[in-house]
């Protein structure tokens, strides 16, 4: 069973970065897409950005061209670098597999951007 946990979040002020890790136990990890999610508060979950298992990225329009995902597969791990964030980017963090996300969710991450 892959386990999840997802670090690298924090408190920073608006048009600040952070980058993001989410290191995956398991030998499936370089066998699949991973994606990242966020959900804030009162919203669903959400798509952020993903990456193949060929290393094709796609984002949400929302973070297109501030964030940047990345995998390690020698590490198991996907990063998602984050660039001007804004107050609305705030919200928990998660990774999964992509384009299905059937693992089992970890604790998240939570990121929170002060204006």
């Known amino acids: 069973q892959v386990q999840l946990v997802e670090s690298g979040g924090g408190l920073v002020q608006a048009g600040g970065s952070l980058t993001l890790s989410c290191a995956a136990s398991g030998s499936t990890f370089s066998i699949n897409g991973m994606g990242w999610f966020r959900q804030a508060p009162g919203k669903q979950r959400d798509l952020v950005a993903f990456i193949s298992i060929t290393s094709n990225t796609g984002y949400a329009d929302s973070v297109k061209g501030r964030f940047t995902i990345s995998r390690d597969n020698a590490k198991n791990t996907v990063y998602l670098q984050m660039n001007n964030l804004k107050p609305e980017d705030t919200a928990v963090y998660y990774c999964?597999?992509?384009?299905?996300?059937?693992?089992?969710w970890g604790q998240g991450t939570q990121v929170t951007v002060s204006s």
């Open positions: 999964n597999k992509w384009p299905n996300p059937t693992y089992t």
